[in-house]
């Protein structure tokens, strides 16, 4: 991710990203990109930081940002809320290709922690 913000290293890419957040603390983007980069170097404590932080700012903004709060908090073995995140991101509105895969990654850990196809689709009734 970090070649995306024309940089070559997390560390890098990560100071840009925290000089826009002081620019513009309110965006939650801003703050699930810095989540982002966490992850990716396998910081999930940090990353579950940011992304909360996103959350807390607009709730249900992406069901990718919840997805990757349920991953972080499944990585540091808090399987039952990582659950609940994972819910959380069948129920709010796919936008893009990037929330898509929130939804559909979401959709197949429940699915792997033992929820039926129709206990899903109750949960999220929308067909994509």
Known sequence: MARVYGTKSVEEALKHLLKV???TPSDPFI???IGLQFYSIKCYNDALKYFL???HIKAGISASNLYY???C???NGQIDEA????KKALTVPVRNRVDYKGYHESRKML???GYSEEELNRISPKKL
Request: aromatic letters at 14%; proline letters at 0%; a negative charge.
């Open 31 to 33: 703050w699930s990109a």
């Open 83 to 86: 659950i609940e995140y994972f």
């Open 111 to 113: 699915a792997a922690a």
């Open 73 to 75: 908090l499944k990585k």
């Open 53 to 55: 932080r996103s959350e």
């Open 21 to 23: 957040a002081e620019c």
């Open 69 to 71: 709060i349920g991953e």
